[in-house]
């Protein structure tokens, strides 16, 4: 019973176009969304994250936006860098009970991103 | 600032060994998390520490088992290994505030001949 589903294993698109990622979830508990970036022989290095009373947010080249009656959430990338190939793996969590720590990660499989020069 | 650092970085065992893996958080976090990483798959929870108390634990056998120090740094033992084992076992630490993101080391590669 996978939480947090990546339907797409694999994507490509050119150096300079926008890289769109999308993620879904079952778990409405969930409140807090993350992106992490895994290049080869390296851990997931953070990227980016909304919380669930956001519907978007923002940092640099990289949005991530929020639709929570679809439960579904996705990263944009503009414009997209060669160094930007790597595997992205959405995750999430959800609070230890009202107002606790934020709990483990759920993260899905994960999609590897190629931009072609 | 130094971020969360695992070792070793590459461990070989064979069948019904036993294995400890270590993890220092980054200075400030109080919690600490290990997860399991397969070929193909993303990272699965197995445990999470908090000021040496374990606040959550994964569907994973009694097998596994961990603990966290006075310091914050934090041990993952598995015992009678089996192939199925094999895996990369990633640390992440965090403040465990509300909304703020689990950091990663890069993991420690396990394989089990």
């Known amino acids: 019973d996978q939480q947090v589903k990546q339907n797409s294993p694999s994507l490509s698109v050119q150096e300079g176009r926008i890289s769109i990622l999308n993620c879904d979830y079952t778990?409405?508990?969930?409140?807090?969304f993350l992106w992490y970036k895994k290049y080869p022989a390296e851990g997931p290095t953070f990227l980016i994250s909304?919380?669930?009373?956001?519907d978007k947010n923002e940092d640099g080249r990289f949005t991530v936006f929020l639709n929570k009656s679809a439960k579904h959430l996705s990263l944009h990338i503009v414009p997209s860098q060669p160094g930007d190939s790597a595997v992205y793996f959405c995750a999430a969590s959800a609070r230890l009970g009202y107002g606790g720590s934020q709990g483990n990660l759920i993260f899905g499989k994960g999609t590897k991103l190629s931009v072609k020069p | 600032d130094a971020g969360v650092t695992q070792s070793p970085t590459h461990l070989i065992k064979t069948r019904g060994q036993q294995v400890t893996l270590r993890c220092s958080p980054i200075?400030?976090?109080?919690?600490v998390s290990w997860y399991q990483q397969v070929l193909g798959q993303g990272p699965q929870f197995i445990f999470q520490y908090y000021e040496k108390e374990e606040r959550g634990r994964g569907n994973f056998p009694d097998r596994f088992s961990a603990r966290q120090f006075p310091n914050y740094s934090s041990e993952l033992n598995v015992n009678a290994l089996l192939l199925g084992d094999s895996a990369l076992y990633l640390c992440?630490?965090?403040?465990?505030?509300?909304?703020?993101?689990?950091?990663f080391g890069d993991g420690t590669r396990l394989s089990i001949l």
């Open positions: 909304i919380s669930s009373i956001k």
């Open positions: 200075s400030g976090h109080k919690s």
């Open positions: 778990n409405s508990m969930f409140d807090y």
């Open positions: 992440a630490s965090s403040t465990l505030r509300e909304h703020q993101p689990q950091h």
